[in-house]
């Protein structure tokens, strides 16, 4: 049923919450895991200069070392986890609007499930996805699965 499953992440807790379901139904179906880190370049507009942006947009993650380490652990610790349980991994970057990336990822990679976090609210704030989440449940025709933080 699940080949190759997509964990769109920004090493948040909510997100290696999320981490935690796909590599248990990747395990449960011998899938591939994909790790997606998305630099947001919107709302990485507004503190960098443009030469920097410019860098980002082109792929240049290594020229920014602050962006690709918190990209490399993000993506990593997916990687290690399905690592932990004999899975394969694919670790991508990518920069733009979060939602599309996910969305063409997905596409472009024969995605069939992708499992991401929402973000952690309570009371009538928590019936909101965050807008990631939302927007990407509207931009794409694979099922997604939302994954609530853990209250402990």
Known sequence: MYEKILVP????ETAENAVEHALD???KYGAEVHALYVVDTDSMSLTLGGEQLDRIEQGHF???EEV????????G???????????EAVEHISAGKPHDQIANYADHND???VVMGSHGRSGVRRAILGSVTER???STHVPVMVVDVQEE
């Open 77 to 87: 610790y997916v990687a290690d986890g399905a690592a932990d349980r004999g899975l």
């Open 62 to 64: 290594g020229e920014m």
């Open 111 to 113: 995605i069939d499930l």
């Open 68 to 75: 690709k380490g918190k990209a490399d652990a993000a993506t």
């Open 136 to 138: 990407t449940l509207r």
């Open 25 to 27: 139904i990747a395990e």
């Open 9 to 12: 992440t920004d090493g948040s």
